[in-house]
């Protein structure tokens, strides 16, 4: 079982930046592809980034490629979601997720709470 809580979300204004944060437990984290979805009110949950085992493949959803990187440091059992340029449609809450299969699209074996974020324009 592994657990995942996710902190860096907030308020931000359009054009700034956040670093999301995800802390694992409970589990072997280099077994897990990770990822970070996210779920705006009203609409699905969206795939929009996700990290190889060893963290040298990472894959974005086109509507943050350029704009995002998401890295892992297997030490720490923790993953990151740097975010800049961030627009109005970004807002969301943001959950982290580990998965056995599939370093990208929605699917998961385990996922955090989640954290809030809030573009203004």
């Known amino acids: 079982q592994v657990q995942l809580v996710e902190s860096g979300g907030g308020l931000v204004q359009t054009g700034g930046s956040l670093r999301l944060s995800c802390a694992a437990s409970g589990g072997t984290f280099n077994m897990y592809y990770m990822k970070w979805l996210r779920q705006a009110p009203g609409k699905e949950r969206e795939f929009v980034a996700g990290?190889?085992?060893?963290?040298?493949?990472?894959y974005y959803a086109d509507s943050v490629r350029g704009r995002s990187t998401i890295s892992r440091d297997n030490a720490k059992n923790t993953v990151y979601l740097q975010m800049n340029s961030l627009k109005p449609e970004d807002t969301a809450v943001y959950y982290c997720a580990a998965a056995r299969t599939g370093v990208v699209g929605n699917g998961y074996d385990y996922w955090g709470q989640g954290t809030q974020v809030t573009v203004s324009s």
């Open positions: 990290i190889s085992r060893g963290g040298g493949s990472a």
